[in-house]
Protein backbone atom coordinates (compact mmCIF):
# COMPACT_ATOMS: atom_id res chain seq x y z
CA UNK A 1 0.00 0.00 0.00
CA UNK A 2 1.18 3.17 -0.82
CA UNK A 3 2.49 6.04 1.18
CA UNK A 4 -1.08 8.13 1.97
CA UNK A 5 1.39 11.73 1.39
CA UNK A 6 4.58 10.11 -1.04
CA UNK A 7 7.02 12.36 0.54
CA UNK A 8 9.82 11.63 -2.19
CA UNK A 9 7.84 13.23 -4.91
CA UNK A 10 7.26 16.41 -3.82
CA UNK A 11 11.05 16.32 -2.00
CA UNK A 12 12.44 15.48 -5.22
CA UNK A 13 10.61 18.08 -7.12
CA UNK A 14 11.98 20.65 -4.69
CA UNK A 15 15.46 20.07 -4.95
CA UNK A 16 14.75 19.85 -9.26
CA UNK A 17 13.00 23.09 -8.89
CA UNK A 18 15.56 25.25 -7.06
CA UNK A 19 19.04 23.21 -8.62
CA UNK A 20 19.38 22.23 -4.83
CA UNK A 21 22.04 19.74 -5.46
CA UNK A 22 24.30 18.70 -8.54
CA UNK A 23 25.52 14.84 -8.40
CA UNK A 24 28.63 14.18 -6.89
CA UNK A 25 28.08 16.43 -3.65
CA UNK A 26 28.83 16.00 -0.41
CA UNK A 27 25.68 17.37 1.51
CA UNK A 28 25.40 18.11 5.24
CA UNK A 29 22.07 17.22 7.08
CA UNK A 30 21.27 19.40 10.01
CA UNK A 31 19.61 16.42 12.20
CA UNK A 32 18.26 17.56 15.80
CA UNK A 33 16.75 14.42 16.11
CA UNK A 34 12.53 16.01 15.96
CA UNK A 35 10.32 14.60 13.63
CA UNK A 36 11.59 17.31 10.88
CA UNK A 37 15.55 15.92 10.57
CA UNK A 38 15.06 12.81 11.09
CA UNK A 39 12.51 12.37 8.44
CA UNK A 40 14.48 14.45 6.01
CA UNK A 41 17.52 12.19 6.33
CA UNK A 42 15.62 8.94 5.86
CA UNK A 43 13.83 11.11 2.45
CA UNK A 44 17.67 11.81 1.63
CA UNK A 45 19.32 8.58 2.35
CA UNK A 46 16.43 7.11 -0.07
CA UNK A 47 17.28 9.06 -2.60
CA UNK A 48 21.01 9.24 -2.40
CA UNK A 49 21.57 6.91 -5.39
CA UNK A 50 19.29 8.37 -7.63
CA UNK A 51 20.54 12.09 -6.38
CA UNK A 52 24.25 10.64 -6.39
CA UNK A 53 25.34 12.65 -3.28
CA UNK A 54 27.44 11.06 -0.08
CA UNK A 55 25.22 12.41 3.27
CA UNK A 56 27.13 13.69 6.53
CA UNK A 57 24.90 13.88 9.86
CA UNK A 58 26.19 17.13 11.83
CA UNK A 59 24.11 17.71 15.40
CA UNK A 60 24.88 20.68 18.04
CA UNK A 61 24.49 20.43 21.37
CA UNK A 62 23.51 23.69 22.67
CA UNK A 63 23.85 23.22 26.01
CA UNK A 64 20.54 24.71 27.26
CA UNK A 65 18.95 21.56 27.98
CA UNK A 66 20.98 19.51 30.01
CA UNK A 67 20.51 15.65 30.25
CA UNK A 68 17.64 15.83 27.95
CA UNK A 69 20.13 17.91 25.11
CA UNK A 70 22.73 14.99 26.02
CA UNK A 71 20.24 12.41 25.08
CA UNK A 72 19.50 13.83 22.16
CA UNK A 73 23.47 13.99 20.95
CA UNK A 74 23.74 9.92 21.58
CA UNK A 75 20.34 9.52 19.73
CA UNK A 76 21.54 11.25 16.32
CA UNK A 77 25.20 9.45 16.70
CA UNK A 78 23.31 6.14 17.13
CA UNK A 79 21.03 6.68 14.32
CA UNK A 80 24.08 7.62 12.07
CA UNK A 81 25.57 4.59 13.04
CA UNK A 82 22.88 2.92 12.17
CA UNK A 83 22.95 4.11 9.01
CA UNK A 84 26.59 3.96 8.58
CA UNK A 85 26.73 7.76 7.77
CA UNK A 86 29.68 9.79 9.47
CA UNK A 87 28.91 11.92 12.14
CA UNK A 88 29.88 15.26 13.57
CA UNK A 89 28.14 15.63 17.14
CA UNK A 90 29.45 18.51 19.20
CA UNK A 91 28.41 20.66 21.94
CA UNK A 92 28.69 24.58 21.86
CA UNK A 93 28.20 26.53 25.10
CA UNK A 94 25.35 29.11 23.74
CA UNK A 95 24.76 30.22 27.20
CA UNK A 96 28.48 31.49 27.50
CA UNK A 97 27.96 32.91 23.81
CA UNK A 98 25.25 34.99 24.89
CA UNK A 99 27.04 36.83 27.94
CA UNK A 100 27.94 40.27 26.66
CA UNK A 101 25.97 40.45 23.41
CA UNK A 102 22.73 41.82 24.36
CA UNK A 103 21.05 39.37 22.39
CA UNK A 104 18.55 36.45 22.68
CA UNK A 105 18.87 32.77 23.46
CA UNK A 106 17.14 31.88 19.91
CA UNK A 107 19.74 34.39 18.01
CA UNK A 108 22.34 33.25 19.84
CA UNK A 109 21.75 29.10 18.76
CA UNK A 110 20.92 30.09 15.84
CA UNK A 111 24.44 32.39 15.17
CA UNK A 112 26.44 29.10 17.17
CA UNK A 113 24.63 26.55 14.87
CA UNK A 114 24.97 27.70 12.00
CA UNK A 115 29.06 28.57 12.23
CA UNK A 116 28.87 24.94 13.25
CA UNK A 117 27.17 23.65 10.01
CA UNK A 118 29.78 25.53 8.16
CA UNK A 119 32.73 24.04 10.04
CA UNK A 120 31.38 20.60 9.13
CA UNK A 121 31.10 21.36 5.65
CA UNK A 122 34.40 22.75 5.72
CA UNK A 123 35.53 19.73 6.87
CA UNK A 124 33.84 17.23 4.87
CA UNK A 125 34.17 19.02 1.77
CA UNK A 126 30.59 19.81 1.47
CA UNK A 127 28.84 22.23 -0.89
CA UNK A 128 25.68 22.34 0.55
CA UNK A 129 23.96 21.97 4.21
CA UNK A 130 20.44 20.61 3.90
CA UNK A 131 17.96 22.13 6.53
CA UNK A 132 14.64 20.86 7.64
CA UNK A 133 12.17 23.61 7.39
CA UNK A 134 8.86 22.99 6.10
CA UNK A 135 5.94 24.40 5.05
CA UNK A 136 4.69 25.08 8.86
CA UNK A 137 7.59 26.72 10.00
CA UNK A 138 7.29 29.22 6.86
CA UNK A 139 3.63 29.99 7.74
CA UNK A 140 4.92 30.96 10.82
CA UNK A 141 8.23 33.09 10.30
CA UNK A 142 5.71 35.05 7.45
CA UNK A 143 3.01 35.41 10.30
CA UNK A 144 6.03 36.81 13.08
CA UNK A 145 7.42 39.63 10.17
CA UNK A 146 3.59 40.27 9.89
CA UNK A 147 3.10 40.68 13.26
CA UNK A 148 6.70 42.65 13.81
CA UNK A 149 6.22 45.00 10.32
CA UNK A 150 7.59 43.91 7.62
CA UNK A 151 8.31 44.60 3.81
CA UNK A 152 7.93 42.40 0.57
CA UNK A 153 11.24 41.26 1.83
CA UNK A 154 10.14 40.14 5.08
CA UNK A 155 6.66 38.60 3.87
CA UNK A 156 8.44 36.15 1.52
CA UNK A 157 9.63 34.29 4.36
CA UNK A 158 12.86 31.89 4.42
CA UNK A 159 14.30 31.07 1.09
CA UNK A 160 14.62 27.36 -0.20
CA UNK A 161 17.91 28.63 -1.63
CA UNK A 162 20.08 31.03 0.67
CA UNK A 163 23.81 31.76 -0.33
CA UNK A 164 23.64 28.57 -2.96
CA UNK A 165 24.60 27.19 0.31
CA UNK A 166 21.63 26.25 2.44
CA UNK A 167 18.99 24.14 1.11
CA UNK A 168 15.46 23.91 2.30
CA UNK A 169 14.04 20.42 0.14
CA UNK A 170 10.72 20.29 3.14
CA UNK A 171 9.97 24.02 2.79
CA UNK A 172 6.35 22.58 0.17
CA UNK A 173 5.87 19.95 2.99
CA UNK A 174 3.46 20.25 6.15
CA UNK A 175 4.28 18.81 9.43
CA UNK A 176 1.07 16.52 9.40
CA UNK A 177 2.82 15.51 6.70
CA UNK A 178 5.76 14.81 8.05
CA UNK A 179 4.95 13.55 11.49
CA UNK A 180 2.57 10.70 9.38
CA UNK A 181 5.62 9.63 7.38
CA UNK A 182 7.72 9.57 10.46
CA UNK A 183 4.91 6.91 11.93
CA UNK A 184 4.48 5.09 8.87
CA UNK A 185 8.02 4.23 8.29
CA UNK A 186 8.82 3.75 12.38
CA UNK A 187 11.28 6.28 12.24
CA UNK A 188 12.40 7.07 16.60
CA UNK A 189 11.64 10.95 17.14
CA UNK A 190 13.11 12.79 19.75
CA UNK A 191 10.91 15.83 21.40
CA UNK A 192 12.55 19.47 22.47
CA UNK A 193 10.79 20.45 25.64
CA UNK A 194 11.48 24.01 24.52
CA UNK A 195 9.42 24.06 21.52
CA UNK A 196 6.18 24.15 23.69
CA UNK A 197 7.66 26.52 26.09
CA UNK A 198 4.97 30.14 25.47
CA UNK A 199 7.91 32.40 26.79
CA UNK A 200 9.16 32.37 22.30
CA UNK A 201 7.28 34.64 20.72
CA UNK A 202 7.75 31.70 17.36
CA UNK A 203 6.61 29.34 20.14
CA UNK A 204 3.34 31.45 20.88
CA UNK A 205 2.22 31.50 16.87
CA UNK A 206 2.80 28.27 16.43
CA UNK A 207 0.50 26.91 19.51
CA UNK A 208 -1.82 29.29 19.85
CA UNK A 209 -2.09 32.41 16.96
CA UNK A 210 -1.74 29.87 13.77
CA UNK A 211 -4.16 27.23 15.32
CA UNK A 212 -6.67 29.85 16.53
CA UNK A 213 -6.47 31.91 13.09
CA UNK A 214 -6.96 28.17 11.77
CA UNK A 215 -9.80 27.17 12.89
CA UNK A 216 -11.85 30.79 13.03
CA UNK A 217 -10.67 32.67 9.85
CA UNK A 218 -9.18 30.26 7.46
CA UNK A 219 -8.43 26.55 7.38
CA UNK A 220 -6.36 26.56 4.85
CA UNK A 221 -4.02 29.53 6.01
CA UNK A 222 -0.37 27.45 5.96
CA UNK A 223 -1.29 27.11 2.27
CA UNK A 224 -2.22 30.90 1.77
CA UNK A 225 0.92 31.99 3.64
CA UNK A 226 3.22 29.97 1.53
CA UNK A 227 1.77 30.93 -1.66
CA UNK A 228 1.77 34.51 -0.17
CA UNK A 229 5.83 34.13 0.01
CA UNK A 230 6.46 32.46 -3.31
CA UNK A 231 4.76 35.28 -5.03
CA UNK A 232 6.54 38.00 -2.94
CA UNK A 233 9.83 36.33 -3.39
CA UNK A 234 9.33 36.49 -7.31
CA UNK A 235 8.23 40.28 -7.03
CA UNK A 236 10.96 41.08 -4.46
CA UNK A 237 13.38 39.74 -6.56
CA UNK A 238 11.93 41.64 -9.67
CA UNK A 239 11.71 44.87 -7.37
CA UNK A 240 15.55 44.72 -6.37
CA UNK A 241 16.54 44.11 -9.80
CA UNK A 242 15.16 47.34 -10.83
CA UNK A 243 16.58 49.11 -7.48
CA UNK A 244 20.16 48.05 -7.99
CA UNK A 245 20.05 49.29 -11.95
CA UNK A 246 18.95 52.74 -10.04
CA UNK A 247 21.55 52.31 -7.50
CA UNK A 248 23.82 52.11 -9.93
CA UNK A 249 22.98 54.41 -12.30
CA UNK A 250 22.75 57.48 -10.01
CA UNK A 251 25.86 56.49 -8.14
CA UNK A 252 28.88 58.75 -8.21
CA UNK A 253 32.45 58.19 -7.39
CA UNK A 254 32.92 57.70 -4.01
CA UNK A 255 35.63 56.90 -1.81
CA UNK A 256 36.91 56.59 1.88
CA UNK A 257 33.65 56.49 4.54
CA UNK A 258 31.47 58.07 2.02
CA UNK A 259 29.44 57.38 -0.40
CA UNK A 260 27.03 59.74 -3.22
CA UNK A 261 24.31 59.26 -4.80
CA UNK A 262 23.20 62.14 -7.77
CA UNK A 263 19.45 63.63 -6.67
CA UNK A 264 18.36 64.25 -10.14
CA UNK A 265 17.87 60.35 -10.71
CA UNK A 266 16.32 59.76 -7.39
CA UNK A 267 14.21 62.55 -7.75
CA UNK A 268 11.47 60.87 -10.28
CA UNK A 269 12.00 57.21 -8.72
CA UNK A 270 9.35 55.85 -7.60
CA UNK A 271 8.93 55.66 -3.14
CA UNK A 272 8.67 51.72 -3.67
CA UNK A 273 11.83 51.46 -5.37
CA UNK A 274 13.44 54.34 -3.42
CA UNK A 275 12.76 52.88 -0.28
CA UNK A 276 15.47 50.19 -1.45
CA UNK A 277 17.42 52.25 -3.08
CA UNK A 278 18.22 53.59 0.63
CA UNK A 279 18.90 50.43 1.80
CA UNK A 280 21.39 49.00 -0.76
CA UNK A 281 23.27 52.31 -0.29
CA UNK A 282 22.94 51.38 3.71
CA UNK A 283 24.15 48.11 2.34
CA UNK A 284 27.21 49.34 1.24
CA UNK A 285 28.25 51.19 3.91
CA UNK A 286 27.33 48.55 7.07
CA UNK A 287 27.91 45.08 5.28
CA UNK A 288 23.82 44.45 5.69
CA UNK A 289 20.30 46.00 6.17
CA UNK A 290 20.05 45.49 9.55
CA UNK A 291 19.05 48.26 12.12
CA UNK A 292 17.84 50.56 8.97
CA UNK A 293 13.99 50.79 10.15
CA UNK A 294 10.91 52.05 8.18
CA UNK A 295 11.52 55.24 10.53
CA UNK A 296 15.08 56.35 9.21
CA UNK A 297 14.19 55.33 5.79
CA UNK A 298 11.16 57.91 6.04
CA UNK A 299 13.38 60.32 7.16
CA UNK A 300 16.14 59.81 4.13
CA UNK A 301 12.98 60.12 2.31
CA UNK A 302 12.12 63.29 3.79
CA UNK A 303 15.33 64.99 2.72
CA UNK A 304 14.84 63.98 -0.79
CA UNK A 305 11.69 65.23 -1.42
CA UNK A 306 11.94 68.43 0.78
CA UNK A 307 13.02 71.25 -0.85
CA UNK A 308 15.74 73.69 0.63
CA UNK A 309 19.77 73.45 0.63
CA UNK A 310 21.40 71.66 3.24
CA UNK A 311 19.57 69.13 4.71
CA UNK A 312 21.36 66.17 7.30
CA UNK A 313 19.81 63.13 9.66
CA UNK A 314 21.46 60.80 11.39
CA UNK A 315 21.24 57.57 11.28
CA UNK A 316 22.78 54.18 13.21
CA UNK A 317 25.60 53.15 13.52
CA UNK A 318 27.62 56.59 12.93
CA UNK A 319 26.10 57.32 9.59
CA UNK A 320 24.91 60.76 8.60
CA UNK A 321 22.52 60.94 5.08
CA UNK A 322 23.14 65.00 3.73
CA UNK A 323 21.36 66.07 1.09
CA UNK A 324 23.40 69.40 -0.63
CA UNK A 325 24.38 70.69 -4.32
CA UNK A 326 22.43 68.10 -6.17
CA UNK A 327 24.18 64.88 -3.72
CA UNK A 328 22.77 62.61 -1.63
CA UNK A 329 25.62 61.31 0.75
CA UNK A 330 26.14 58.99 3.20
CA UNK A 331 29.06 59.30 5.51
CA UNK A 332 30.28 56.82 8.11
CA UNK A 333 32.00 58.79 11.13
CA UNK A 334 34.07 56.18 12.59
CA UNK A 335 37.16 58.20 14.29
CA UNK A 336 35.65 58.79 17.82
CA UNK A 337 33.25 56.60 17.98
CA UNK A 338 33.90 54.08 21.12
CA UNK A 339 33.72 50.63 20.16
CA UNK A 340 32.32 48.10 22.63
CA UNK A 341 34.07 44.58 22.93
CA UNK A 342 32.43 42.14 20.78
CA UNK A 343 33.44 38.41 19.31
CA UNK A 344 31.92 35.95 16.73
CA UNK A 345 32.95 32.74 15.45
CA UNK A 346 33.96 33.59 12.00
CA UNK A 347 32.36 31.62 8.86
CA UNK A 348 34.45 29.55 6.83
CA UNK A 349 33.33 29.29 4.32
CA UNK A 350 31.02 32.33 4.07
CA UNK A 351 31.20 36.23 5.28
CA UNK A 352 30.38 37.27 8.90
CA UNK A 353 29.45 41.14 9.26
CA UNK A 354 30.99 42.88 12.28
CA UNK A 355 28.32 45.49 13.04
CA UNK A 356 30.10 46.89 15.72
CA UNK A 357 32.74 48.50 13.27
CA UNK A 358 30.75 48.12 10.08
CA UNK A 359 32.94 45.10 8.12
CA UNK A 360 32.09 41.82 6.53
CA UNK A 361 35.10 39.38 6.38
CA UNK A 362 34.62 36.82 4.02
CA UNK A 363 37.13 33.55 4.12
CA UNK A 364 36.77 30.72 1.62
CA UNK A 365 39.27 27.41 1.42
CA UNK A 366 41.01 27.47 -1.76
CA UNK A 367 43.58 24.60 -3.43
CA UNK A 368 46.91 25.56 -4.56
CA UNK A 369 46.40 26.53 -8.33
CA UNK A 370 42.63 28.45 -7.13
CA UNK A 371 45.32 30.82 -4.52
CA UNK A 372 47.80 32.47 -6.34
CA UNK A 373 51.13 34.08 -5.25
CA UNK A 374 50.26 35.46 -1.84
CA UNK A 375 52.87 38.43 -2.63
CA UNK A 376 50.42 39.83 -5.03
CA UNK A 377 47.71 40.38 -2.52
CA UNK A 378 46.79 44.09 -1.06
CA UNK A 379 46.44 44.79 2.57
CA UNK A 380 42.61 43.72 3.10
CA UNK A 381 43.43 40.09 1.84
CA UNK A 382 45.53 37.15 3.29
CA UNK A 383 46.46 33.65 2.26
CA UNK A 384 47.03 31.55 5.57
CA UNK A 385 47.89 27.69 5.78
CA UNK A 386 44.57 26.16 6.65
CA UNK A 387 45.56 23.16 8.05
CA UNK A 388 47.88 24.91 10.64
CA UNK A 389 45.18 26.52 12.27
CA UNK A 390 42.87 25.49 15.09
CA UNK A 391 39.33 26.32 14.43
CA UNK A 392 36.39 27.84 15.12
CA UNK A 393 38.78 31.09 14.23
CA UNK A 394 36.73 33.95 16.30
CA UNK A 395 36.90 37.78 14.92
CA UNK A 396 36.87 40.36 18.00
CA UNK A 397 38.19 43.68 19.17
CA UNK A 398 41.69 43.80 20.88
CA UNK A 399 42.19 42.89 24.66
CA UNK A 400 44.75 44.19 26.73
CA UNK A 401 47.62 42.29 27.17
CA UNK A 402 47.50 40.97 22.89
CA UNK A 403 50.49 39.85 22.08
CA UNK A 404 50.98 39.12 18.21
CA UNK A 405 54.13 37.41 15.82
CA UNK A 406 53.58 39.59 12.57
CA UNK A 407 54.38 37.75 9.18
CA UNK A 408 58.38 38.08 8.72
CA UNK A 409 59.33 38.50 12.62
CA UNK A 410 60.63 36.18 14.86
CA UNK A 411 59.04 35.99 18.69
CA UNK A 412 56.07 38.03 19.64
CA UNK A 413 55.13 41.76 20.70
CA UNK A 414 52.81 44.00 22.38
CA UNK A 415 49.85 44.04 20.05
CA UNK A 416 49.91 47.93 21.11
CA UNK A 417 53.76 48.37 20.34
CA UNK A 418 52.50 47.06 16.82
CA UNK A 419 49.95 49.59 16.17
CA UNK A 420 52.75 52.11 17.79
CA UNK A 421 54.74 50.83 15.26
CA UNK A 422 52.58 50.98 12.16
CA UNK A 423 51.60 54.61 13.19
CA UNK A 424 47.71 53.89 13.67
CA UNK A 425 46.44 56.32 15.72
CA UNK A 426 44.80 55.27 19.28
CA UNK A 427 41.47 56.29 18.43
CA UNK A 428 41.68 54.37 15.35
CA UNK A 429 42.40 50.51 17.18
CA UNK A 430 39.29 49.19 18.28
CA UNK A 431 38.14 49.90 15.13
CA UNK A 432 40.35 46.97 14.04
CA UNK A 433 39.16 43.54 13.71
CA UNK A 434 41.01 40.97 14.93
CA UNK A 435 41.28 37.11 13.85
CA UNK A 436 42.33 34.74 16.33
CA UNK A 437 43.04 31.37 16.33
CA UNK A 438 42.96 30.22 19.87
CA UNK A 439 44.80 32.76 21.41
CA UNK A 440 46.88 33.26 18.64
CA UNK A 441 46.26 36.23 16.32
CA UNK A 442 46.39 35.02 13.00
CA UNK A 443 45.28 39.01 11.39
CA UNK A 444 45.26 41.79 12.11
CA UNK A 445 42.72 42.68 9.43
CA UNK A 446 44.04 45.45 6.97
CA UNK A 447 47.32 45.69 8.49
CA UNK A 448 49.39 42.31 8.42
CA UNK A 449 48.50 38.58 9.16
CA UNK A 450 50.58 36.63 11.66
CA UNK A 451 53.87 34.45 10.85
CA UNK A 452 52.90 31.15 12.39
CA UNK A 453 50.22 30.55 9.36
CA UNK A 454 52.32 31.58 6.35
CA UNK A 455 51.65 29.31 3.36
CA UNK A 456 54.95 27.40 2.57
CA UNK A 457 55.56 24.58 -0.54
CA UNK A 458 54.51 22.37 1.42
CA UNK A 459 50.48 24.09 1.81
CA UNK A 460 47.36 21.56 1.15
CA UNK A 461 44.62 23.77 2.01
CA UNK A 462 45.13 27.75 1.83
CA UNK A 463 42.53 29.85 4.13
CA UNK A 464 41.91 32.91 1.93
CA UNK A 465 40.45 36.26 4.40
CA UNK A 466 39.11 38.78 2.81
CA UNK A 467 37.13 42.12 3.75
CA UNK A 468 33.83 42.55 1.56
CA UNK A 469 33.59 45.37 -0.60
CA UNK A 470 30.09 45.66 -1.81
CA UNK A 471 30.38 47.07 -5.17
Given at each position: ???????????????????????????????????????????????????????????????????????????????????????????????????????????????????????????????????????????????????????????????????????????????????????????????????????????????????????????NLVEALNRLGEICRDEDDYMEQQATEIFCRTRLLSGGNTLRLDMEGLTAVPRALLRRVIRRAWAEMCGDQAEISYRHIEQVLAIINGGGGFRQVNL????????????????????????????????????????????????????????????????????????????????????????????????????????????????????????????????????????????????????????????
Amino acid sequence: MGERMPLLQPVAEQIDKYHMITPGETVVVGVSGGPDSMALLHILCRLRDTLKIKLVVAHLNHCFRGAEADADARFVEDTARRLQLPAFVEARDVPAYIEGRGISPQVAAREVRYNFLDEVAVKTGASRVVLGHHADDQAETILLHILRGTGAGGLKGMLPVRDDFYIRPLLAVRRRDIEEYCRRHNLPTRMDSSNMQAKYMRNRVRLELLPLLESKYNPNLVEALNRLGEICRDEDDYMEQQATEIFCRTRLLSGGNTLRLDMEGLTAVPRALLRRVIRRAWAEMCGDQAEISYRHIEQVLAIINGGGGFRQVNLPRGIACKKYYGVLEFTLDREYKEIPFYQYFLKVPGITFIPEVGISIGAEILTAGEAGDPSGYGPWQVLLDYDLLTVPLVVRRRLSGDRFCPLGLEGTVKLKKFFIDQKIPRHARDCIPLVVSGNDIVWVVGIRPGEKWKVTDHTVNYLRLYKVDYD
